[in-house]
């Protein structure tokens, strides 16, 4: 019979003063259902002590169900969240100002239910605002008890580096995987730093299937090809935070046994040559 899986098993990384499995969920597309409140208490009844969430993620739902979600459960999650985005019907738009900042963590506040958000990151750098306002703007409500760590997302070197002179910063959250690596040398300046290095979209589904190494290497490992993406993301550092979203507990369980894969030294080398360039359109 094969084992329950377990994000435990996928090992920790550091947000600074608190470890979390290094396997968490993404929350961009809950909403308030009971479903989904059944997938979040599988989630962390198998180890998930991060998941990962924004105030404009359905339009503030995402934070609304897993607030209502985890209330009153006896696991201790981190629970973090994003703002810095104004999201409207017709689009959205960048806000980093203080004013805004301060009241976007009211706002995702109440909806989790909490009295301190975990771990709160600026979603976007707003190019109106200089960074050092806005990440001070969060230092003053982390002063305040408001917020209890500070990440980043989607930013560059120099802004992290400009962000880390006005306060700590745990975790950069930008866009990475397999077929995307735009971002390795942040991750290597992450590593560096011991900063926890959260890539979203960890498995860029829309490419798995044109991969014929990761097909091959998934019939060997009796895995599938997500599972082995989520694992070369687990191997390539151990700062690297996947959260791998779902709305299905099945699909959930998937994701969490990439941590029980055994992916060989060659096999690694494999996956982390440079991904071959999309063909030509015609």
Known sequence: ????????????????????????????????????????????????????????????????????????????????????IVRTPDGGDVDGSAEYLREAVAGSLERLGVDRIELYQLHRVDPKVPIETSVGALRDLQKEGQIRRIGLCNVSIEELER???????????????????????????????????????????????????????????????????????LQRSPVVLPIPGTLSVPHLEENLAAADIELSDEDFRRLSEPPAPPAAKR
Request: proline fraction near 5%; include cysteine; glycine fraction near 8%.
């Open 163 to 233: 962000a880390r002179r006005v306060t700590t910063i745990v975790s950069v959250q930008n866009q990475f995987n397999l077929f995307e690596r735009e971002q390795e040398p942040m991750l290597d300046y992450c590593d560096q730093h011991s900063i926890a290095f959260i890539p979203w979209n960890p498995v860029h589904r829309g490419s798995l299937a044109a991969s014929t190494t990761l097909s091959e290497m998934a019939t060997r490992y009796h895995a599938t090809p997500p599972q082995l993406a989520l694992r070369w993301l």
């Open 1 to 84: 019979m094969a084992r329950e899986p377990s994000a435990a098993r996928a090992g920790s990384v550091r947000l600074g003063d608190r470890k979390v499995h290094r396997l968490g969920l993404g929350g961009n597309r809950l909403t308030n259902t009971e479903s989904v409140h059944t997938l979040l208490g599988r989630a962390v009844e198998l180890g998930v002590n991060f998941i990962d969430t924004s105030d404009v993620y359905q339009f503030n739902a995402s934070e609304s169900a897993i607030g209502e979600a985890l209330r009153n459960s006896p696991h201790e999650v981190v629970v973090a969240t994003k703002g810095g």
